[in-house]
């Protein structure tokens, strides 16, 4: 809401002016004598001051063009009543209140600089104006004061000027904006927060993410949202200030790096075919540029639009380019960590059906020779069966663990990888031996996983490529890390004739979970030795 004392700056100093104007002729009506000219002089200049106080209020009352177009010719005629007061008034009307006016008048509309100049100029006015008038010492000494009044009022003035005092009540943007969710249209968000925060009853938006020819446009009238179709070639990216438009009068006005109101052409900044399609007439335009892409937001209807919209606008575009920022951030990192976990979960599925069902048909083929030379194979059918129920339970709980809390302790992990080993031992007809030693540590559930899959992999691999009959697995917890160490009898591992290297599906097993793979030979043993972090594990 814009209402009560929340006008813009251009109607509050027209306001300003009629009543200073009306204040001086009240002044000189009930006392003649503070004129130190005719009182019908006096009168005539400051009755046309007073009129033309009035016309300049009615004509800039709602229309932002006119106010910005005329707005150094009036401040001009400020300093001229000024003048004319250091000249011709005494008493208790001397130009204090025009001198405040229209310094201040320079510091809202145009900030320090223009304060600076206009405070020098009206110092040097008003000296003179003591020495003309002035005929002896004593006569200058009051005006000698005063001068020192207003420089310390000078002063005060372009400090605030150039502290931003004007604190920008109308924006609620960044209130509106919000924390970003994945589960809401940021493009959708920011449109709503630009609206709410310059009070816009219509909101457009046109956006291009970069590296894409899409252009995609949304409007929004408060009360639902469409998306017109728009060509690519409507849109171009603008970077720069925003500016107050006028489609049908063709105005365009913003500020220059000086911070200069400039006026110029809508239609050079807003083309015809785009303004079709997207309906617009009398609003501001903000440009916005982030890292993800480029847009520009279309806010029209809004209340008492006027150029301080400008300085609001950057603002709005300031925070609104920082929350697409950071919704695209939380994007990039919600889709990493969700590859990640199609990754972990098809390494899961790898090392536990894909390889449970190589092993059976390992044993698969080893009955099939075994029933060539006339062996009873129902003790082998049952064992092997039952291994697939085994299996089947185990994945069972493989899915709920993954609902389930988040740690379980070491003793657990070391019976699941106990039954493991002996599962395995059965599966690939070999020697399958674990040990653990005791420990409080807490394991996290996805590190179990890890730990199991490990087990079945380097099993799988020590038969299948090296050949081995005999493996040995010993579990522990020292410090902040679980160490896993896996020995077998078998080959070379794998099978390479200058050095040993890592086995791969391993090492990227290893390295997902943050820990550290180490692979040693001697004495006919092949030693892996894996070191998992038990905190949060580094990605």
């Not at 919000?178 to 046109?206: D, F, I, K, T």
């Not at 919600?334 to 790898?350: C, I, K, T």
């Amino acid at each position: 809401m814009t209402r009560g004392l929340h006008l813009p700056s251009g109607r509050v100093i027209a306001i300003g002016r009629y009543m200073l104007a009306s204040l001086y002729l009240l002044a000189i009506w009930i006392d003649p004598s503070q004129s130190i000219r005719t009182p019908l002089e006096t009168w005539m200049v400051l009755g046309s001051y007073a009129l033309f106080a009035l016309a300049v209020l009615a004509a800039t009352w709602s229309n932002w063009w006119l106010d910005a177009r005329l707005a150094g010719l009036v401040h001009s005629m400020d300093i001229a009543l000024f003048t004319f007061l250091a000249f011709s008034t005494a008493g208790y009307t001397p130009p204090f209140a025009s001198f405040m006016f229209v310094l201040l008048a320079a510091s809202i509309r145009w900030g320090w600089r223009a304060t600076a100049l206009s405070a020098v100029l009206l110092t040097f006015l008003y000296v003179l104006a003591g020495l003309t008038v002035a005929k002896t010492a004593e006569e200058f000494h009051p005006f000698a004061i005063r001068t020192g009044h207003l420089a310390i009022l000078s002063l005060i003035l372009m400090w605030f000027g150039i502290n931003q005092w004007r604190s920008g009540v109308y924006v609620r943007a960044r209130e509106g904006l919000g924390e970003p969710s994945l589960y809401e249209s940021s493009l959708v968000n920011s449109l709503e927060a630009a609206m709410q925060g310059l009070s816009a009853g219509r909101g457009v938006l046109v956006w291009r993410e970069n590296d894409s020819d899409k252009v995609e446009a949304l409007i929004w009238d408060g009360m639902e949202i469409t998306s017109p179709e728009l060509k690519a070639d409507a849109f171009e990216q603008r970077p720069g200030a925003p500016f107050l438009y006028d489609l049908a009068k063709d105005h365009a006005l913003t500020r220059d790096q000086n911070n200069d109101l400039r006026g110029s052409s809508a239609r050079t900044l807003i083309r015809d075919d785009a303004a079709v399609s997207l309906s617009l007439g009398e609003g501001i335009a903000i440009p916005v540029t982030t890292a993800a892409g480029h847009g520009e937001f279309f806010l029209e209807n809004v209340s008492n639009l006027s150029a301080d919209h400008i300085d609001l606008g950057k603002q709005v575009a300031v925070d609104i380019a920082t929350y697409i920022q950071s919704y695209a951030l939380i994007r990039a990192v919600e889709e990493n960590a969700e590859a990640r976990s199609r990754v972990a979960l098809a390494g899961d599925l790898h090392d536990s059906v894909v390889q449970f069902l190589a092993g059976a048909a390992f044993r698969v083929e080893a009955l099939k020779r075994d029933q060539a030379m006339g062996r009873n194979l129902e003790a082998d059918l049952e064992q092997l069966k039952q291994l697939m129920l085994q299996e089947q339970g185990e994945l069972r709980s493989f899915i709920a663990a993954l609902r389930s809390g988040p740690q379980i302790e070491l003793a657990e992990l070391a019976k699941n990888l106990n039954e493991l080993a002996g599962k395995l031992s059965r599966q690939w007809d070999v020697s399958c031996k674990f040990s653990a030693e005791k420990g409080t540590a807490k394991v996290p559930s996805r590190l179990r996983f890890d730990a199991e899959q490990l087990v079945r992999e380097a099993v799988a691999n020590a038969v299948r490529h090296a050949g081995a009959t005999s493996i040995t697995i010993r579990l522990r917890a020292q410090s902040d890390d679980l160490l896993l160490d896996l020995i077998n009898d078998g080959t070379r591992y794998p099978k390479a004739p200058e050095r040993d290297a890592m086995p791969r599906s391993l090492s990227e097993r290893v390295r997902m979970a943050g820990g550290a793979l180490e692979l040693s030979r001697g004495l006919g043993l092949t030693k892996i030795s894996v070191s998992l972090p038990l905190n949060e594990r580094i990605q």
